[in-house]
């Protein structure tokens, strides 16, 4: 085991007897509070758990941790709040101002925590398509002159475009003519892709592309 664990679960072990330590202050005051037995125990979950969440969210998220923030220090206020409390205020059930006090930490517990959740959600979804700010700045301090992956594939995919080109050039299909009336009109009156009415009429994308930029040349073929 190294130091590094030891000291960990060292922090660990000290947190949980804090927690322990103060749940039970909050469990008192709350069945002072007229809580039953039961919900008392659940009243310090709802303020001691958000402040542990909370503690979790200011660590982990990347954007929004003021509001984290302010959750922290709020709940980890009305926790010191309740424990003086259960010690300063008399004996037996609490004054009415007192119970009144303890009875609206649920609702705005209730209030706060979804929008955390949310933003953690957001965060989450956000860091897993961010790109690497390192391998932007790369890109933009690159010359021009050099040639990126995403560049030589274009250029791969524009040669092969070019291949099919001549080899539809050097062996027309019979109904090549129907094939493109038909792809020309696919274009014209539906809202596919090329792509798709490559595939409709039996043909490549390149074609139809080819017929397209043609089309939009020659006022005989636009009016197909």
């Known amino acids: 085991?190294?130091?590094?664990?030891?000291?960990?679960?060292?922090?660990y072990g000290l947190a949980v007897v804090a927690f322990v330590l103060s749940y039970s202050q909050l469990a008192d005051?709350?069945?002072r509070a007229g809580y039953s037995p039961a919900m008392a125990h659940a009243w310090p979950l709802a303020v001691d758990g958000l402040a542990v969440v909370a503690t979790r969210a200011t660590?982990?998220?990347?954007?929004?941790r003021g509001y984290a923030r302010a959750l922290l220090?709020?709940?980890?206020?009305?926790?010191?709040?309740?424990g003086?409390?259960?010690?300063?205020?008399?004996?037996g059930p609490l004054p009415g101002w007192a119970g009144a006090l303890v009875a609206v930490v649920p609702p705005l517990c209730l209030l706060v925590a979804p929008h955390l959740a949310v933003q953690l959600r957001r965060d989450a979804v956000e860091a897993s398509v961010a790109v690497d700010p390192e391998r932007i700045e790369?890109?933009?301090?690159?010359p021009e002159n050099i040639t990126t992956g995403d560049d030589q594939q274009e250029r791969t995919e524009s040669d092969e475009d070019a291949a099919l080109f001549?080899?539809?050039a050097a062996h027309p299909r019979p109904d090549c003519d129907a094939m493109r009336d038909e792809a020309l009109r696919l274009l014209a009156t539906t809202g596919l892709s090329q792509r798709a009415v490559a595939r409709a009429v039996g043909t490549s994308e390149a074609s139809v592309r080819r017929w397209r930029k043609a089309a939009s040349a020659t006022p005989a073929l636009a009016a197909v």
């Open 138 to 142: 790369a890109g933009r301090n690159e």
């Open 59 to 64: 660590i982990k998220l990347l954007r929004g």
């Open 1 to 11: 085991m190294t130091r590094s664990s030891i000291d960990e679960r060292i922090v």
């Open 29 to 31: 005051l709350a069945a």
């Open 166 to 168: 001549d080899l539809e």
């Open 73 to 82: 220090g709020a709940s980890t206020t009305v926790s010191v709040v309740a």
């Open 84 to 91: 003086a409390a259960a010690h300063l205020l008399p004996a």
